[in-house]
């Protein structure tokens, strides 16, 4: 049933955006008396589930859910309708346009999805508001990976200011590493001194190439929520609500000390392990199974460890917020972007199956628009790309005709439709391989 859910919530969200984008076609191109052919949800490669014609449109839905397409008169795209385009130019053709007009058209999808993904966000804080953690919030600070720590970060830090100024939101510490300018970060360490910690330029690329995207987590106490069935610490006897206060005779108050000794102990060596359990100390002895792991959870934020806030916004209050997430979401895409053409970054492009894995496994229209507002961002991003057969294609030879005064020839744009074309099947091809290869191996 969860899979049903989430393969539901991709769909509608991915019939939304294509349907608008779309339309950012559609209406500019009859705006300008050109003639749309067809209007169609998904491909109809072959046939179609549903169509009809109104007026000189075909209205459809195809059966190939990859996307969707207006066909235009007189455009060379993936139709490749070289017996049209051999025909003389006619009145109401995408050809016969002046090229402001056809720029207009091309540039039509990603506008909508630019301003859907703006108009979504303005209306999920009016809706829903924003909750944030303040820095002075994280009451016991945070724990630090060994790369941060290498730069003098201690574990129980906790965050005053982040380039120079106190954060909104001090749980976005990690994304803004990886993703934006931060150039130094204020703490007061916990033996109550207080340091500006300059970072390296190159702090995000560090962070990805370590593999170590969450170098801050709060610290949270070593108190036991749930212990695995079959598995070690379920054998040995743990129980929920155990307070884990020692392991092998070391005293621990946080969870990432008690999880540091368990990675760090010999293979199949024994740890010893001592909880109080309703005010009763206990000990026990287990051995880590081969995964390094005893099979127990932690219980998570509680307001000794985190104070969450809140802040609504009415509608007129909701719009620059809205147009600031939508500005940073773009920006933030665009940063990470760069890491798509490593090695390592080539590996973790995703497909359809990684997309809809963003979607929760139970219905939730908060988690749906916010994910809705992303995909019509980076839809709005992709498609400005200058690749033949993507819309930025189409743009970049449409400002060249306006630049120069020189349209490109039919025959050359046919050429570039069709590189275009090979270009976006192979990227599409390899981004599900990796999702089938991920999921044939269990990492998906």
């Known amino acids: ?43 109809d490669y072959k ?15 195809g059966w190939i859910p990859l996307g969707g ?30 090229a402001w007009q056809r720029l207009i058209i091309m540039l039509g999808g990603v506008t909508v999805n630019f301003i859907l993904g703006i108009f979504i966000y303005i209306m999920m804080f009016t809706a829903w508001g924003d909750n944030y953690v303040a820095a002075e919030d994280v009451k016991e600070g945070f724990y630090v990976s ?36 931060i150039k130094n970060i204020e703490v007061n360490h916990p033996d109550g001194n207080a340091e500006i910690i300059e970072l390296p330029e190159d702090i995000g690329l560090q962070m990805w190439q370590a593999g170590n995207l969450d170098p801050f987590n709060p610290r949270i106490h070593s108190i036991l929520d749930s212990i695995v069935p079959g598995t070690p610490a379920f054998e040995a006897g ?21 999880t540091h000794v368990v990675i760090n102990n010999p293979k199949n060596k024994e740890i010893k392990v001592t909880v109080d359990r309703d005010g009763t100390n206990e000990t026990f002895m287990i051995v880590p199974g081969d995964d390094q792991k005893l099979g127990v959870y932690p219980k998570g934020y509680t307001e000794d460890v985190i104070t969450l806030s809140h802040k609504d916004y009415s509608f007129g209050e909701s719009i620059r917020p809205g147009f600031a997430k939508a500005y940073w979401t773009l920006k933030d895409y665009m940063g990470q972007f760069k890491y798509v053409f490593t090695k390592k970054g080539a590996t973790q492009l ?44 189409h743009v970049v030879f449409t400002m060249f005709e306006i630049i120069s005064g020189r349209k ?31 999921w044939l191996t269990g990492q998906l």
């Not at 046939?47 to 839905?61: D, L």
């Not at 743990?238 to 008690?258: A, M, R």
């Not at 199956?353 to 929760?360: A, E, Q, R």
């Open 69 to 98: 397409y207006v066909k235009i008169s007189g455009m060379i795209d993936e139709s490749m309708d070289k017996e049209q385009m051999a025909q003389p130019p006619q009145p109401w053709e995408f050809r016969s346009k002046p």
């Open 1 to 43: 049933m969860e899979t049903y859910i989430k393969i539901t919530q991709f769909l509608l969200s991915l019939s939304l955006l294509i349907i608008l984008h779309e339309l950012g076609h559609f209406i500019p191109a009859k705006l300008f008396k050109t003639r749309v052919e067809k209007f169609y949800l998904f491909f």
């Open 350 to 393: 995703g497909g359809f199956i990684t997309i809809g894995n963003i979607f929760p496994s139970k219905w939730n229209w908060q988690a749906f628009w916010n994910i809705t507002a992303l995909l019509s961002i980076m839809l709005g991003f992709m498609n400005l790309l200058p690749i033949p057969a993507l819309d930025g294609g």
């Open 408 to 438: 490109p020839s039919d025959k050359f744009l046919e050429y570039a439709q069709i590189i275009g074309f090979i270009i976006l099947i192979s990227l599409l091809l390899f981004a599900n391989g990796n999702d089938i290869y991920k």
């Open 238 to 258: 743990l129980k929920k609500g155990d307070i884990i206060t020692e392991i092998n005779d070391q005293k621990v108050n946080y969870w990432d000390e008690f």
């Open 47 to 61: 046939f179609s589930i549903f169509k009809k014609k109104i007026g000189e449109t075909v209205y459809g839905i």
């Open 146 to 181: 060994d790369l941060f720590k290498s730069l003098g970060f201690q574990d129980g830090d906790k965050i005053v200011k982040i380039n120079d100024e106190v954060p909104f939101d001090v749980l976005d510490v990690n994304r803004h590493l990886f993703l934006r300018d």
